[in-house]
T-cell receptor
Framework: GAVVSQHPSRVICKSGTSVKIECRSL??????MFWYRQFPKKSLMLMAT?????????EQGVEKDKFLINHASLTLSTLTVTSAHPEDSSFYIC??????????????FGPGTRLTVT | KNQVEQSPQSLIILEGKNCTLQ??????????LRWYKQDTGRGPVSLTI?????NTKSNGRYTATLDADTKQSSLHITASQLSDSASYIC??????????????FGTGTKLQVIP
């Protein structure tokens, strides 16, 4: 199956700083990328959907100025958590798909990034 | 409101035994249902995908069933192995007019296989 990578796998940052998480599709062109966060023992919660070259669509309750998403190329999307707070500590997972949002192409998930804000 | 409920929440079984995980959904209009395996601290990995017309799909020791009438799905694991210990997530997609799809995740079943 297709491979999606994330970097870093774990990151610890101080409160008030910003941290960037990268998501790459390694062997296919990801027209659409999704960002999720997952709290312990909880299901994945969609944060935003982005199509390459256009602005991300954020889910209700997700602050777009706090969680900056850039999908500048067909193989790379980045999530920047700005002015991080301890409550932002979570497991962030990206997913990539070849088709546009709404298509039936398979979604492939990255391995996740564990963010801890101290 | 689209919802996906899974049961049991957690399950412990002996290595070599079989088990069945359940998924009930109220997602509409239904497009497809996927089962994912998520190891602790890792991203989900797809096991099976079924559309409306499919009522069973196998992937090795994993067999998924779908009853679109009752909106229920199950994932049967045969001859469990220690490496099957993970969370299993049921994911249902709705497809709206214009082709837009929205995905709803279940809360998962945490399976632990013990020697």
């Amino acid at each position: 199956g297709a491979v999606v990578s994330q970097h870093p796998s774990r990151v610890i940052c101080k409160s008030g700083t910003s941290v960037k998480i990268e998501c790459r599709s390694l062997d296919f062109q990801a027209t659409t990328m999704f960002w999720y966060r997952q709290f312990p023992k909880k299901s994945l919660m969609l944060m935003a959907t982005s199509n390459e070259g256009s602005k991300a669509t954020y889910e209700q309750g997700v602050e777009k100025d706090k969680f900056l998403i850039n999908h500048a190329s067909l193989t790379l999307s980045t999530l920047t958590v700005t002015s991080a707070h301890p409550e932002d500590s979570s497991f962030y997972i990206c997913s990539a798909r070849e088709g546009l949002a709404g298509s039936s192409y398979e979604q492939y998930f990255g391995p996740g990034t564990r963010l801890t804000v101290t | 409101k689209n919802q996906v409920e899974q049961s049991p929440q957690s399950l412990i079984i002996l290595e070599g035994k079989n088990c069945t995980l359940q998924c009930n959904y109220t997602v509409s209009p239904f497009s497809n249902l996927r089962w994912y395996k998520q190891d602790t601290g890792r991203g989900p990995v797809s096991l099976t995908i079924m559309t409306f017309s499919e009522n069973t799909k196998s992937n090795g020791r994993y067999t998924a069933t779908l009853d679109a009438d009752t909106k229920q799905s199950s994932l049967h694991i045969t001859a469990s192995q220690l490496s099957d210990s993970a969370s299993y997530i049921c994911v249902v997609s709705a497809r709206y007019s214009g082709g837009y799809q929205k995905v709803t995740f279940g809360t998962g079943t945490k399976l632990q296989v013990i020697p």
